[in-house]
């Protein structure tokens, strides 16, 4: 991917909606390109709960495919003042919680709805840390209600027919994924 070109163009996209900027960096990372908006102002481009980072992120992601004549748009995460970060340490942390009760109670646990992104986040973070070596997530449910179920990896797979009654812990204070934005 060419990190140029992405700044180049993310930087024209901030000017034009008149968002101001300090600075552009980008990294690779694993199968995604990371781009940090550096910003005295991060709250103009973040948006109530993402929403204006969202468009930013999603607008980049069109114009980059069009412009490279790329097949699908490519895998950019757009963060400002560390925003995605910290969403997404907040979901690996909540999953970890939820991991815990799995354990004590040997019950599966669904997590609350979330977005293709932070769902991705949780299968990443369970199947590739070999402290959860001894469970399994799979996703269940239907657009905006889709979850993540987690369970001990020796309990069978649900089948397509089969009613989902997930066991749910108390939500803990602070357990709110109702905000969480990609």
Same mark, same amino acid.
């Given at each position: 991917m060419?990190?140029?070109?992405?700044?180049?163009?993310?930087?024209?996209?901030?000017?034009?909606?008149?968002?101001?900027?300090?600075?552009?960096?980008?990294?690779?990372?694993?199968?995604?390109?990371?781009?940090?908006?550096?910003s005295?102002?991060?709250?103009?481009?973040?948006g109530?709960?993402?929403?204006?980072?969202?468009?930013? !992120?999603? &607008? /980049? $992601?069109?114009?980059?495919?069009? =412009?490279?004549?790329?097949?699908k748009?490519?895998?950019? @995460?757009?963060?400002?003042?560390?925003?995605?970060?910290?969403?997404?340490?907040?979901?690996?942390?909540?999953?970890?919680?939820?991991?815990?009760?799995?354990?004590?109670?040997?019950?599966?646990?669904?997590?609350?709805?979330?977005?293709?992104?932070?769902?991705?986040?949780?299968?990443?973070?369970?199947?590739?840390?070999?402290?959860?070596?001894?469970?399994?997530?799979?996703?269940?449910?239907?657009?905006?209600?889709? !979850?993540? &179920? /987690? $369970?001990?990896?020796?309990?069978? =797979?649900?089948?397509?027919?089969?009613e989902?009654?997930? @066991?749910?812990?108390?939500p803990?204070?602070?357990?709110?994924?109702?905000?969480?934005?990609?």
């Amino acid at each position: 991917m060419d990190h140029a070109l992405i700044k180049d163009i993310l930087g024209s996209l901030l000017a034009q909606l008149e968002l101001a900027f300090d600075g552009i960096e980008t990294r690779d990372d694993a199968d995604m390109v990371r781009v940090e908006i550096q910003s005295s102002n991060p709250s103009r481009i973040i948006g109530w709960h993402g929403e204006t980072l969202n468009s930013i !992120q999603h &607008v /980049l $992601k069109s114009i980059i495919r069009e =412009k490279a004549k790329l097949e699908k748009a490519p895998f950019l @995460v757009v963060d400002v003042d560390g925003y995605r970060t910290m969403q997404e340490d907040k979901v690996k942390k909540i999953a970890e919680q939820k991991a815990d009760f799995v354990r004590r109670t040997g019950s599966r646990v669904a997590l609350a709805p979330m977005s293709p992104y932070f769902r991705r986040i949780v299968h990443l973070h369970i199947a590739n840390d070999p402290q959860f070596a001894d469970l399994t997530t799979e996703s269940i449910g239907e657009g905006d209600y889709r !979850q993540i &179920v /987690l $369970k001990l990896k020796k309990q069978k =797979k649900s089948s397509d027919g089969e009613e989902m009654k997930p @066991v749910m812990a108390e939500p803990e204070k602070g357990d709110d994924l109702g905000n969480l934005d990609i």
